[in-house]
């Protein structure tokens, strides 16, 4: 028999290679035990519902062929937003105008997809729905590459980015040992204020090669002084180094190391650009030999090719149990992972009121930082290994990735 409750997905915040195993996960769960009726997606998130801006999910992944493309799809299949969510008292009409689509298109559960930002709209949402008396169930299932959301023991989405870090930064130490020039190569990389991205860059270290030689991370008050005189003693026993960089590194007073940054977003992030670019030139100035900047910036969020399959799986995984502890009438929450065991390593998933988690945030460890804070201990080095195992096996067609259709997100009048 047909469930006449449906359910609706939204996807918001940065992507992610994973975020789409999340959503495939969500949908297996559903069709396979028969939870809902309908699953709708909402295209770019909230701000795209209220535009009327959403798709059949249940008819166009009707197959679990198709789910399984959907999985090894990088980014937001549903696409994204930005938007800042107003508190009710502010702008009640948006809350009305949602809730009466919930209603009119008998939506029981609403998941949504996302970082720390998104799990604001989940709180925002749920407290709403439990002011007014409302029947919507509203879940969050986390994501992000910065792996900063509290409760969880990592992210969906941190595992594949860490692992796409570490191979740049082998890759990089390639490209840079071949010539016999003394250099010095920075590479930023994304975190504003939490550095598991760049802390990730170690995983890249070999028998046969140190890099990244020095790691600076947003959680350590970064010293230009000192960040120069470490350059010069690793200068005087090795000819090429190489630096990970956070994009978020800030003095003791707090101010932004780059060399310039952007206006805020909706929700007061300051868009930031060139701390590798201001190192290179502080070092340049204090050098006089090669110094240059790589940003890796957008190419660490969304590289299918070099993910890790235990971050899908898991990925997919959170999905099935969102799908299912929403079906139960659970609401306020956010999915987690509890890390059980390290070797074998194992983990389960559960749930935590949402009021935990939105508008938090998880730095790394001072006792994982070293004491010099220009590198990271062992103990991160064992809690990220796990995270980045395993190669899946991506379809291609005409030797290009065989990834899932998303014409709906740039082709104009697709919703007219």
Known sequence: MKNKNNCIIGQSGGPTVAINASLSGIIQEILEKNLYGTVYGMVNGIEGLLQGKYLNLSSAFDTREKLDQLAMTPSMFLGSCRFKLPACEDAESIYTSLFDFFEREQIKTVFYIGGNDSMDTVLKLSSYAKIHDKPVNIIGIPKTIDNDLPLTDHTPGYGSAAKFVATTLLEIAHDTYIYNIPSVTIVEIMGRNAGWLTAASALARTSYSPAPDLI????????????INDVKKLKERRKNIIVAVSEGIKDKDGNYISASHLAADAFGHKQLCGAGKALENLLKDALGCKVRAVEIN????????????????????????????????????????QRVSDSPYTLEVFSTDISQVANQEKVIPRSWISKEGNDITNAFLEYAKPLILGEPQIPYQAGIPDYCNIAHLHQKGYFD
């Open 216 to 227: 600076y991370l947003p959680e350590v008050p970064f010293d230009k002084e000192q960040f």
């Open 298 to 337: 957008v190419l660490q969020r969304a590289a299918a090719h070099s993910s890790s399959l235990t971050d899908l799986h898991e990925s997919v995984l959170i999905g099935q149990n969102a799908a299912q502890l929403g079906y139960e009438g659970a609401t306020a929450k956010m999915m987690c992972y």
